[in-house]
């Protein structure tokens, strides 16, 4: 079955540390999307990719870095810099936003 | 600047009872518009969507939306809730002309009560 992949679910950073979230996808989509979710503040978009070898900053790209080495790949690093990354991260893929985004189950960060 | 804004933050309501929820956009272009529900821990999952076809959407779980251009709303309804129905509910817009992002509400969360 086609779908996308976030993984770790859970994931513990230690102060200063880079840290690496996965998001793969077999649906064949262009375009991918990473998002943070906080309480109380819906989801902010971090950074977006439309093609491979391609990507554009978000509302909240500080202290986050991406590539796009592959169609299927669209890893998102958490830098030392991110000075409050406990959240919830999701990445989502889509053909083109018109026809709606699937999403992955999530990434928990916590920094310890 | 195109928008989209979801009245009231938490809804509760008794099992069996109608479920309203509120959302709004602003745009001065055609908008696709979108329903998204999310359970505790996991990511979005599509309730359903508009794309211009017919006005009424129906969609996943018994739920509908009703697209009002002259009121520019797209409220989520479902008649009768179930318990199973309790998470957070966004609404979602994008538009055409080359914009590939979705702009989402802030969410409501839903409470059913016995």
């Known amino acids: 079955d086609g779908g996308i992949t976030q993984s770790p679910k859970y994931l513990f950073r230690k102060e200063g540390q880079n840290v690496t979230l996965s998001c793969e996808q077999n649906l064949n989509h262009d375009a991918m999307y990473w998002y943070r979710q906080d309480p109380g503040q819906g989801l902010r978009l971090i950074y977006y990719?439309?093609?491979?070898?391609?990507?554009q900053k978000g509302d909240i790209a500080e202290g986050y870095s991406v590539s796009r080495e592959k169609k299927e790949s669209f890893p998102l690093t958490v830098t030392s810099a991110q000075k409050n990354p406990t959240a919830f991260y999701l990445c989502?893929?889509?053909?083109?936003?018109?026809?709606?985004?699937?999403f992955g189950s999530g990434t928990r960060l916590t920094v310890v | 600047a195109q928008s989209v804004t979801q009245l009231g933050s938490h809804v509760s309501v008794s099992e069996g009872a109608l479920v309203l929820l509120r959302c709004n956009y602003s745009s001065s272009v055609p908008p696709y518009l979108f329903w998204y529900v999310q359970y505790p821990n996991q990511g979005l999952q599509l309730l359903l969507k508009?794309?211009?076809?017919?006005?009424l959407v129906k969609g996943i779980n018994g739920f509908e939306a009703e697209f009002k251009k002259s009121e520019t709303s797209f409220h989520l309804t479902k008649p009768s809730a179930h318990m199973s129905d309790a998470a957070e509910y966004f609404c979602?817009?994008?538009?055409?002309?080359?914009?590939?992002?979705?702009?989402f509400g802030a969410g409501t969360r839903l409470a059913v009560h016995p």
């Open positions: 508009y794309t211009s076809a017919a006005t």
């Open positions: 989502a893929s889509s053909i083109t936003a018109h026809y709606g985004y699937t």
């Open positions: 979602a817009v994008t538009f055409s002309g080359g914009y590939n992002k979705l702009i």
């Open positions: 990719s439309q093609i491979v070898n391609d990507f």
